[in-house]
């Protein structure tokens, strides 16, 4: 499994490997030794220690990268030596080390007579080229900053050519003068675009040698000896120009409508009775739904857009979100037109629901959760060290206008029911991972309203009150036991009546957990397998390697995704509210995990409430969106074909209206590196 946070350090972590390539009297920690120059780095994740990396060259063209990486109980460890020819370009490279999840990694590169070739844990190939380019490793551990960059300031146009096929382009963006501990020191931003549906960023010195990393303030890296306050410093300026990149790629493609929009005879998918309401007209105006008839309506002035063969269904949602700006692009092409953010840092996710509210960035309306852990070893985030220090954090979100608090895997179980208490006094809700040494069955009566994760529902019987669920264990132990639980039981049946007494939702992220209990290296990710020929070359690679180690026990973890399904399936039946949610790659994750509910057994006409009218309700947002009705706000998706029958349908969106805004997705996937799946509807 890899989530949109493990992608991030997968790529973070391993951008390092040409960050310095000569001395000068700005760069950073490096010593001369008899066997290169040595150059250390630091990690943080929210503030919290989260590795080193060590950067080793010599003068024949050798780079050693060492780097740990440690966040969220997940412990990355990545060894890579590559070798540069006498233009600075990789020739040869090979990368060792461990997945965040502990599945091996093992991968190479190597151009020879015009030959390049490469093999990793999930794919291998060959190009002949005249050119060696630039080789992207699915670890990005191939990607040297320094050397990318200098090679881009060398073209024209900025573009490097890349292997196995494609070209990026490198921009530099704007210059921030830092304090160094030997002084001011002036650093560039620079934009790598084409290797991914958006930007990646680095901060590199006058020689331009990397300097700084930071990704949306959840992680970053600088130098040995430097401030951490650089980080936060750097990572205002770097949201400031994340935002112009996106608005840029796609600022010009969202569509505001000044008059009357008619949806022309087409299928309504009624959430509410479950039911196609076929051959009708829906008329939008100012941002709201303003009549839905089974006759022709005719306004004059007003567009029209033929819905024939098409349903209207209202916009999705992302219950688990962990997103950046330019996760709105992919959200909205998708249809999905709000978002809960489950946990992001504080400044970061206001100013990102300011961009996408005031439309200067394409993106869903977006719902925020509050994050809170105890200071640990294993914490993550926005830590705290005493229950008095976590109340403040709950009064501290309620004032800011966050609808949720989220509590995290090292929370104590004794403060659970007194940050219920005061949660609850502001009128949030309560949810999380159950803390360790703490039961889910515990958790739900001291106040918990929500879960988070479907496997965290399982340890209630697997690791109850006596495991620490901080560790890997959490997710091994699900893998292992899970499909040897009787989910008829008295037991089980006692606690799913449990949830329904207290009115619990559960959040099950159902993708990435079978992402984990079945993904074979080799194979596409089962969660990107329907789009992967439509994803950028360079991203679709990644998802045929497995990152999570099954140590043998392939057929125990196939028999855990049946019980997934199952617990899922049950859970609906008995009542038990369920929301959709990512915690993964924006849009397509959502898609995946809507479609598991189906094949777990629930109709699609439930499917698509729970993505759309159930998740409104449990954000406290019923009354105006989450399905087609007078009077609620226009949140809307066109579909091909008939999602009550298909839910795949609901991948096939030719228009996608937020408010009174209305997207077409054939032209936001191409804004972001996507092949279109359809043609989209003139508006």
């Known amino acids: ?50 590795g080193q990396s060590t950067v080793v060259r010599t003068g024949d063209g050798k780079v050693t990268v060492e780097s740990f990486v440690h966040w969220n109980n997940r412990e990355y460890a990545v060894n890579s030596v590559t070798q540069l020819n006498a233009d600075g370009i990789p020739v040869a490279q090979r990368i060792t080390g461990i997945s965040p999840f502990q599945a091996p990694i093992d991968e190479s590169f190597r151009y020879e007579d015009g030959l390049a070739t490469w093999s990793t844990a999930g794919e291998s190939g060959s190009v002949k080229t005249d050119e060696p380019g630039f080789y992207v490793a699915t670890e990005y551990a191939a990607l040297g900053w320094t050397e990318f960059v200098r090679a881009a300031m060398q073209s024209m ?57 930071d990704f949306s303030g959840y992680m970053g890296m600088f130098p040995k000896g430097w401030s951490p306050d650089v980080l936060a410093q750097l990572s205002a300026v770097q949201l400031e120009q994340d935002a112009a990149m996106v608005e840029r790629m796609a600022g010009n493609l969202a569509y505001v409508q000044d008059g009357a929009v008619i949806f022309d005879n087409v299928d309504v998918v009624d959430v509410e ?21 089974g006759a022709v309506i005719d306004v004059p002035g007003a567009k029209h857009i033929d819905g024939t063969g098409k349903s209207l269904m209202p916009g999705m949602w992302d219950m688990h979100g962990h997103f950046s700006l330019s ?34 960035v394409i993106g869903p309306h977006t719902y925020r959760s509050g994050f809170i852990d105890q200071a640990s070893p294993y914490a993550t985030g926005d830590t705290v060290a005493s229950l008095e220090e976590a109340l403040e954090r709950v009064d501290f979100y309620a004032e800011n206008g966050y609808v949720q608090i989220k509590l995290y895997s090292s929370i104590d179980p004794e403060w659970v029911g007194d940050i219920a208490e005061r949660t609850h006094g502001h009128g949030m809700r309560l949810s999380g991972h159950i803390p360790a040494f703490m039961s889910a069955e515990q958790a739900v009566r001291a106040g918990y309203d929500e879960i988070q994760h479907i496997n965290m529902v399982f340890l ?14 959490r997710f091994t132990l699900y893998g292992d036991e899970a499909g040897k639980l009787d989910l008829d039981s008295e037991e089980v049946e006692d606690y799913i009546a449990l949830f329904v007494e207290k009115g619990v939702t559960i959040d099950p992220t159902a993708a990435i957990f079978m992402e984990q209990l079945t993904h074979l290296a080799g194979n596409p990710n089962p969660t990107f397998a329907p789009v992967i020929d439509h994803l950028p070359p360079n991203v679709a690679r990644g998802y045929y390697k497995a990152d999570m180690d099954m140590r043998g026990m392939v057929d125990e973890w196939a028999a855990s995704a049946v019980a997934q399904a199952a617990m899922i399936k049950k859970l609906h039946d008995n009542g038990v509210q369920i929301v959709p949610g990512s915690d993964n790659v924006a849009a397509f994750t959502i898609h995946r995990e809507l479609e598991l509910y189906a094949e777990a057994g629930i109709s699609n006409a439930d499917v698509l409430r729970i993505g759309s009218l159930d998740s409104a309700r449990v954000v406290g947002v019923h009354e105006r969106t989450g399905s087609i009705k007078v009077g609620k706000d226009s949140d809307l998706v066109l579909v091909e074909g008939n999602p009550l029958e298909d839910i795949s349908a609901i991948r096939r969106a030719t228009l996608v209206m937020k408010g009174n805004t209305a997207y077409k997705p054939d032209e936001l996937y191409k804004a972001v590196g996507v092949k279109p799946f359809l043609e989209s509807e003139d508006i």
């Open 1 to 50: 499994m890899r989530t949109g946070k493990e992608a991030l350090v997968a790529l973070c972590s391993a951008l390092l490997l040409a960050a310095c390539s000569k001395e000068s009297p700005e760069q950073p920690v490096a010593a001369e030794s008899e066997v290169g120059i040595t150059t250390e780095y630091e990690w943080l994740s929210q503030g919290t220690p989260a």
């Open 273 to 293: 009775n479950g039911v196609l309401l076929e051959d009708h007209y829906v008329m939008v105006e100012g941002g709201k739904i303003t009549a839905i008839s």
């Open 157 to 213: 146009d900025g573009e490097v050519a890349v292997l196995p096929s494609g070209t990026a382009r490198v921009e530099r963006l704007t210059d921030v003068e830092v304090e160094s501990p030997d002084g001011p020191v002036t650093l560039s931003l620079y934009a790598i675009s084409g290797l991914g549906f958006t930007p990646a960023y680095g901060w590199l010195n006058d020689d331009l040698q990397l300097t700084v990393l």
């Open 327 to 360: 996760d709105g692009v992919l959200n909205i092409a998708g249809g999905i037109t709000s978002v809960r953010d489950i946990g992001s840092v504080h400044e970061q996710i206001m100013e990102l629901t300011a961009k996408h509210d005031s439309g200067e």
């Open 460 to 473: 209630n019987f697997l690791a109850g009150d006596r495991e620490d669920t901080r560790k890997q264990l």
